[in-house]
Structures are given as C-alpha cells and as structure tokens.
C-alpha cells in the first residue's frame, strides 16, 4: 500500500463540493471523491499556486509532494511569492494532458484532461525535522525511491531552501474524455476527426560527465508515468 494514501483513509470519502471549488459549468464532469483528485496530484509533476502577493495575484509553478491531506512545495528562501504566503488561503490547481480533441469544425475542437483546483491555508515550514520530510516526499513524488540514492539535504541547503506546506481543505476534480462533440449537419463533411493522444514518455536517460561509467540506478530504470487517457470509472463523458 502507498503511504501517501494512509492518513485521508480516515476522513471523508469526498473533498466537495465545497463553497469555492464546486463546479457549475458542464457540472457532469465533475468529481469530488478524495480518490480521484488524489490520483491526479500524484501522476502530476507540476502544480500552480495562486497567492497574493502585495495586491497583485502571482500564479507560481512549483515541484510538490503529498503526504496525506498536504501537499509539501519547494521554493528559493529568496522567493518574493512563498515568503509572503504564509497563513493565506490560496488556490492551487494541477492540470494533466490526456489528448487533443480534433472536430470537423474548429467551434469543437477541445482537449481531453484531468484538472484539480484544491483552496487551503499555507504556511511555511520552519521546523528541520518536518522540512526535511517534506523535501523527501517532493524527491520520492518526482521519482520513486531516489531519495536512497541520493544524498539528502544538508544543514546549509536546508536553510537555503523554502518549504511551504499546504493543507487541503476542500477540492474538485475536472475532467474530459472521448472524442469531438461534432454537430449533426456536419456529419457528411469530409473531414478527419480524432483524438491525438499525449502521453509523457520518458526517454532514455543520458548520464552526466563522471557518471557515464556507473550504472544506471533503479530508481532510473524502472522509471514510468502512471497515465490515464480516458475518465475515472463511473464518470460521464461530455
């Protein structure tokens, strides 16, 4: 069993819909069990954080982790944006690509996706033995079992580096899948129309200088992106 998934097994089933986060537009595709949307955030490798920053709202690109019901994100001390969010509610949202959606007409062009906007408080993490967790759960997030490999954080990378932790309060998952919505009069234009499927492959990893004569490790070789091109079970199409 993953470890990540223990500690919301005791709380609810679903995340919403909550006040900020209920869909309303084409609300078939929403989802709001915590199985779901946790499915999402661990596939992704990037999440966006919305946070205000002396007036001015700064959507952020960041690496995370998720330990439970928090998710841990990484950041420079030196970082404008995290400094100032501590205590905010903020937004933040995790988009994964399944595949572009191609119409006869170009009104119904669309994408297929899985998208999650979770709101909660964030704070900054100050105490070395939490930091020191988080910053594990962001490696073992981006690439399994590397952090056994690696040599972890020492006092003076720990100090350099910002952690911010972001606890889930309410969330929503978004989704689409299928093929285009084309109108019926338009059934007889000869026109192709498909899916064009955008999965993430990795690609044959390639060794530094120094390291081309050491083996390449396992956390490396057996690495894969779990992907799912089409809807959670139970979910309608659109």
Known sequence: MDPRDEPERRGPVSLGPGPRTKIRRLPERARYERAAIYAVLDEGLVCHLAVDVQGLAVAMPTTYGRVGDVLYLHGAVANAGLRSIDGQQCALTVTLLDALVLAKSTFHHSINYRSVVAIGRARAVTEDEEKRAGLAAIVEHIIASRGAEAR?????ELRATQLIRFDIEEASLKTRSGGPNDDPEDAAL?????????????????????????????SIARYGRSTQATMPAGAPEA
């Open 190 to 218: 000869a026109i192709w129309t498909g899916e064009l499927p955008m999965p993430i492959v990795p690609q044959a990893p390639r060794a530094c200088e120094g390291s081309a004569h050491l083996p390449i490790p396992h």
């Open 152 to 156: 972890p954080p020492n006092d003076r």
